[in-house]
T-cell receptor, first 114, second 115 residues
Framework: AQSVSQHNHHVILSEAASLELGCNYS??????LFWYVQYPGQHLQLLLK????DPLVKGIKGFEAEFIKSKFSFNLRKPSVQWSDTAEYFC????????????WGLGTSLAVNP | SQTIHQWPATLVQPVGSPLSLECTVE??????LYWYRQAAGRGLQLLFY??????ISSEVPQNLSASRPQDRQFILSSKKLLLSDSGFYLC??????????????FGEGSRLTVL
């Protein structure tokens, strides 16, 4: 069965620190990959996505993620975090094809201290 | 542009009482609609999805039901709430089953507390 694993449940950083949130999935075929973010008091929203092409994708607010097919990974990165990046981050994976469901990781709670 | 709204935002209900959470989408037609439950440390659990009016698929057996009386309206209901129904419920829409691409757009969420 498909699954998504986010390595860190809680991350605490100081402003200007670099961020990398791990995401690994188990699925042998073609996948669509997502990072969603939920800021405090706001709705869950798409941060970035990968469907095909360049495995390094850019998202909003300076975030990027790299798809490494051989490692089944889609880690989220940001060179310098800000206090406003404090949020819950979810990795999600969907296998190619209409009958494939979106599988979610358990989420990583990021707290950035000013 | 498309928008999605769900209400109420917060609800406190006694055990055994009924429930109705409503979600509406604007700016798109024939969307696929989803109800998720989000629990701390447990990610998002898909409860129901609908590909059209009157078409409901249930993902997990539970005390809840869903209905889609209109193209852009999705309702989550219960006849008798249990304590375990407490949680944060999210409505979402996308294109295609589970989103053809997987990209979903979420409402603001409804926090239900059952006492």
């Amino acid at each position: 069965a498909q699954s998504v694993s986010q390595h860190n449940h809680h991350v605490i950083l100081s402003e200007a620190a670099s961020l990398e949130l791990g995401c690994n999935y188990s699925y042998g075929g073609t996948v669509n990959l997502f990072w969603y973010v939920q800021y405090p008091g706001q709705h869950l929203q798409l941060l970035l996505k990968y469907f095909s092409g360049d495995p390094l994708v850019k998202g909003i607010k300076g975030f990027e993620a790299e798809f490494i097919k051989s490692k089944f990974s889609f880690n989220l990165r940001k060179p310098s975090v800000q206090w406003s990046d404090t949020a819950e981050y979810f990795c999600a994976v969907k296998g190619a094809g209409n009958n494939r469901k979106l599988i979610w990781g358990l989420g990583t709670s990021l707290a950035v201290n000013p | 542009s498309q928008t999605i709204h769900q209400w109420p935002a917060t609800l406190v209900q006694p055990v055994g009482s009924p429930l109705s959470l409503e979600c509406t989408v604007e700016g798109t037609s024939n969307p696929n609609l989803y109800w998720y439950r989000q629990a701390a440390g447990r990610g998002l659990q898909l409860l129901f999805y609908s590909v059209g009016i009157g078409q409901i698929s249930s993902e997990v057996p539970q005390n809840l039901s869903a209905s889609r009386p209109q193209d852009r309206q999705f309702i989550l209901s219960s006849k008798k709430l249990l304590l375990s129904d407490s949680g944060f419920y999210l409505c979402a829409w996308g294109q295609g089953e589970q989103g053809l691409t997987g990209e979903l757009f979420f409402g603001e969420g409804s926090r239900l507390t059952v006492l």
